[in-house]
C-alpha cells in the first residue's frame, strides 16, 4: 500500500488546475512606450498610455511663454471631408520646398510656432507649416495633455498629416520634424509623403517598430533622443536601429546625457547645450536635405 503526500501548495495548485483557475500574474511596472498610436480592435494603447500617472510625469507643465513674430494659422481640407489647422510662414520666394513641424503632446502652441519660425529662418526659401494635430485644442498640464491624446484618433491624425501634404502642391518636397508625440508624427508624416519625402528629423518620438511599414521610407531619418529619457528608452531605439536595418533603411541616431523634453525652452528640464547642439545637426540635415 503507497502513501502518497500532497503538500499544502500543491494541492492548492492542483485545485486551481481542476477548476480551471490561473493564479494572478504579477502586474507589469516598466513605463510602456511613448506615444503609441490607437490600435483600433486591439485596444487603444495611446489612451491607456495617455492616462498613466507614470507617463505623465514625464512631461513636467511648460513653463508660460507668448510667441509675437511671423506668420498666420491656415486653414486646410483634409481626406475625411472635414478641415484642418496649420501655422504657416511661407517662403518670400515661389518655393516647392516645405518643412511640416509637428507638435508636443500639448498640441500646436506658442512654443512649436516659435519653433517653426526659428527653423524658417535659418532655412533658405522653404515654406514652414506646424500642423495642428489637436483640431485647435492646446493643453497647458499634464492631465490635460494626456486627454487631449487619449481623446486622438488614428485615422483623424492620417487625415490631417494626409491634408497637410495635399496642401502643399503635387509638385511639393518635403521634410518633416517633431518632437516628442510629434517626433512620432514626423515619421509617420514621411511614410505617407511617399516619394515625395526627402528628410525625416524626429525629437525623442516613439519609433515605429514594424519592419514592413519602415519599408514604405523613402527618406533616411535623423533620430535624435536623450540617455535619461524613460519614456523612449535606449533600448526602444536600439530596436528601432535595427528594425530599420532589416527593412533596408538609414537611420542616424544621436543620443543626448538629457532627459525627454530636453530640447523645449519651456520645459522645466530643458537641456540647453543638449538642444542647441541638437538643432545645428537638425538644421544641418535639413540644408542637406533640402538644398536650402
Known amino acids: 500500500m503507497k502513501i502518497v503526500f500532497i503538500t499544502g501548495l500543491s494541492f492548492f495548485m492542483s485545485l486551481l488546475s481542476l477548476l480551471n483557475i490561473k493564479p494572478a500574474q504579477p502586474q507589469e511596472t516598466a513605463i510602456p512606450l511613448c506615444h503609441a498610436p490607437a490600435q483600433d480592435g486591439e485596444g487603444n494603447d495611446m489612451s491607456a498610455m495617455a492616462a498613466d500617472p507614470a507617463f505623465q510625469r514625464l512631461h513636467e507643465a511648460p513653463l508660460p511663454f507668448t510667441y509675437v513674430g511671423a506668420g498666420e494659422m491656415i486653414k486646410f481640407s483634409t481626406p475625411d471631408g472635414q478641415s484642418a489647422n496649420g501655422f504657416l510662414l511661407k517662403s518670400k520666394k515661389n518655393s516647392n520646398k516645405w518643412l511640416l513641424v509637428y507638435q508636443e503632446w500639448w498640441g500646436l502652441n506658442d512654443n512649436i510656432k516659435q519653433q517653426a519660425e526659428t527653423f524658417y529662418n535659418d532655412l533658405k526659401d522653404v515654406n514652414v507649416l506646424a500642423v495642428d494635430m489637436y483640431d485647435g485644442k492646446v493643453a497647458t498640464e499634464p492631465s490635460e495633455a494626456g486627454k487631449l ?8 491624425l492620417a487625415s490631417i498629416m494626409k491634408g497637410a501634404i495635399e496642401y502643399a502642391g503635387p509638385k511639393a518636397e518635403f521634410a518633416s520634424v517633431g518632437w516628442c508625440f510629434g517626433g512620432m508624427l514626423s515619421l509617420q508624416s514621411a511614410m505617407l509623403e511617399g516619394k515625395k519625402a526627402k528628410g525625416c528629423v524626429m525629437y525623442y518620438g516613439r519609433p515605429e517598430q514594424d519592419v514592413e511599414k519602415l519599408k514604405t521610407l523613402d527618406t533616411d531619418v535623423l533620430g535624435i533622443f536623450g540617455s535619461q529619457d524613460k519614456g523612449i528608452t535606449p533600448e526602444s531605439v536600439k530596436t528601432f536601429e535595427e528594425n530599420m536595418a532589416k ?46
Open 149 to 156: 491624446m487619449q481623446s486622438a484618433n488614428k485615422d483623424r
Open 247 to 292: 527593412a533596408g533603411e538609414k537611420v542616424t541616431v544621436k543620443m543626448y546625457d538629457a532627459g525627454h523634453g530636453f530640447a523645449n525652452p519651456s520645459n522645466p528640464v530643458y537641456n540647453k547645450e543638449a538642444a542647441a547642439d541638437a538643432y545645428k545637426l537638425a538644421l544641418n540635415y535639413l540644408k542637406d536635405k533640402l538644398k536650402a
